[in-house]
């Protein structure tokens, strides 16, 4: 990729994109994304990043805007990269990070995994799903903090499958299932497991990746009870499926919820408790919360 487009981005933007992915998909090649903080000390102003094979025009610009409907106006900056520059420019700010037991890297540090974490390799040009954003981050640490192994898993909103395969790896008797709205990111999903060395398929420590619209596909229906579900989406879907996913966890079974920011955290947990469930815990987790929901009953994670 030998152009690069940036534009100021607010945090919600930013977390919300990934759910449009669909619009640019439709673009050959699709482009790369990446989000950055520039100032710590703001951590609502972020920029985006978007990297591309040809230089965008107006058309692609005014949709990029419309996508960032809370964002400031800006002139867009473009810029043409030396083509040789793009593997190291997608692996800038993105080194290895620790969640709990996992070790999160790119292709660029496989070597580097210590003997004690669980290597999750997630390539830099996925801009969302590698580890780096605080939601998935705070997931794998919830993860690691399961008080038992599950045994059958929903991963709803898969994205790269980072958390799927952090499961498998870290639980290999337990049977996943990882569903997205966007068959662009099944596509992705298939090429991290295949990077990780982990099966697609439905025996224990493999894989059922699966494009699916919430719980419409009746292969989530065929599964239930998951003891241990995790949907790292958004706080308007989550409060929509909570009924659905409510229904869907096994009693004893753990919900682990991501993807809103901290003022939408009130109106997503009354959504889960209004559906029947209990609360566990609330990780602040650096403005986009961590909630933590079982069902009462016996059994499960």
């Known amino acids: 990729?030998?152009?690069?487009?940036?534009?100021?981005?607010?945090?919600?933007?930013?977390?919300?994109?990934?759910?449009?992915?669909?619009?640019?998909?439709e673009l050959d090649p699709p482009p790369a994304l990446m989000t950055s903080e520039p100032d710590p000390s703001r951590p609502e102003e972020m920029e985006l990043a978007v990297y591309l094979e040809d230089r965008p025009d107006e058309d692609f610009i005014t949709l990029l805007k419309t996508l960032l409907p809370n964002s400031p106006s800006a002139e867009a900056v473009v810029e043409e990269l030396p083509e040789e520059d793009w593997v190291t420019l997608?692996?800038?700010?993105?080194?290895?990070?620790?969640?709990?037991?996992?070790?999160?890297?790119?292709?660029?540090?496989?070597?580097?995994?210590?003997s004690q974490l669980v290597g999750i390799q997630v390539e830099a040009s996925r801009a969302f799903g590698t580890g780096h954003h605080p939601t998935t981050a705070g997931c794998l640490r919830a993860i690691d903090q399961l008080p038992a192994a599950p045994e059958n898993v929903l991963d709803l909103g898969t994205g790269t499958a980072l958390l799927a395969i952090g499961i498998a790896k870290a639980f290999p008797s337990a049977q996943i299932l990882a569903s997205d709205i966007d068959a662009p990111s099944i596509h992705v999903a298939r090429e991290t497991l295949e990077a990780n060395g982990v099966t697609e398929g439905d025996a224990p420590g493999e894989i059922r990746l699966l494009v699916a619209d919430g719980f419409e596909a009746p292969e989530l229906a065929l599964r239930m009870p998951y003891d241990l579900i995790v949907a790292n989406i958004?706080?308007?879907?989550?409060?929509?499926?909570?009924?659905?996913?409510?229904?869907?966890?096994?009693?004893?079974?753990?919900?682990?919820?991501?993807?809103?920011?901290?003022?939408?955290?009130?109106?997503?947990?009354?959504?889960?408790?209004?559906?029947?469930?209990?609360?566990?815990?609330?990780?602040?987790?650096?403005?986009w919360p961590i909630l933590i929901f079982t069902r009462a009953g016996l059994g499960g994670a």
């Open 1 to 25: 990729m030998t152009w690069k487009l940036t534009l100021p981005c607010s945090k919600a933007d930013a977390e919300a994109l990934a759910e449009d992915i669909p619009a640019l998909a």
């Open 90 to 114: 997608s692996q800038q700010g993105l080194d290895p990070i620790e969640a709990g037991r996992f070790y999160v890297h790119t292709a660029r540090d496989a070597g580097t995994v210590p």
């Open 234 to 287: 958004l706080a308007q879907p989550l409060i929509e499926l909570s009924s659905d996913i409510a229904e869907a966890l096994a009693p004893g079974g753990t919900l682990i919820l991501a993807g809103l920011l901290t003022d939408q955290a009130d109106a997503v947990a009354g959504a889960f408790r209004g559906a029947g469930l209990d609360p566990v815990a609330a990780d602040p987790n650096e403005g």
